[in-house]
């Protein structure tokens, strides 16, 4: 004789007690939140253990879940942070401040160590050189400096003009048109433009 299989009383009546538990529970959301407030106050390290343990246990699929979830709710996301800026800002700014203050030996430590550590690999690297597109061959850390000085704005218009650098003599020697008509030496343009004949011309050339 077969025999049905025994019921618990919970699986006979899950959908009464379900139904019930619901009713309940919509009757008592404040009790519970204050409930589960207190629980997860009371049990922080608890918990904070427990999701450490959740997440290195699932690590990959929340890894994934979090990337798919940022990408589908990209602009919605993106639009929170920026409200949360908006109405935030003292707190975040306070928070960053508290946070700079509260690292700041801990990160001269860190360079301090890091320098330390590789020393002579950063020295190498500062002693690194490189040619400049003028052409000149100067230490990497000195290049950004010394693409705004007027040595090599010198050398790229000469470049640009003749092709090649000039030479010293040829660059003592360099001639250009004066405005009114002069051919000067470069270097003397300036003492030029002050002469009696330049200003001369020009007044004829406005006549
Ligand atoms: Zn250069
Ligand atoms: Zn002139």
Avoid: F
């Avoid at 619901?22 to 008592?28: A, Q």
């Avoid at 040829?170 to 003492?191: D, M, P, S, Y």
Wanted: net charge positive; hydrophobic share 20%.
């Amino acid at each position: 004789m077969t025999q049905e299989p025994k019921q618990t009383y919970y699986e006979k009546n899950k959908e009464t007690i379900l139904k019930k538990k619901k009713i309940w529970c919509d009757n008592n959301k404040a009790k519970i939140n204050e409930r589960q407030k207190q629980y997860r106050i009371n049990n922080k390290e608890k918990i904070a253990e427990a999701n450490k343990v959740y997440y290195q246990e699932n690590k990959t699929a929340i890894d994934e879940y979090s990337k798919q979830y940022a990408k589908q709710n990209r602009d919605t996301l993106r639009e929170k942070e920026k409200i949360y800026r908006a109405n935030n800002k003292e707190k975040i700014a306070e928070k960053s401040k508290v946070y700079y203050d509260n690292n700041k030996v801990k990160r001269n430590e860190n360079t301090k160590k890091y320098y330390h550590e590789n020393k002579d690999q950063l020295n190498e690297k500062k002693k690194e050189k490189v040619k400049c597109v003028c052409g000149c061959v100067l230490r990497k850390v000195d290049i950004k400096r010394h693409q705004t000085s007027p040595t090599h704005i010198r050398i790229m218009d000469e470049l640009k003009l003749y092709g090649r650098q000039l030479t010293q003599s040829e660059r003592h020697n360099q001639r250009t048109t004066c405005e009114c008509g002069c051919i000067v030496a470069k270097r003397t343009l300036k003492i030029h433009k002050q002469s009696i004949k330049h200003i001369n011309l020009m007044e004829q050339q406005q006549a």
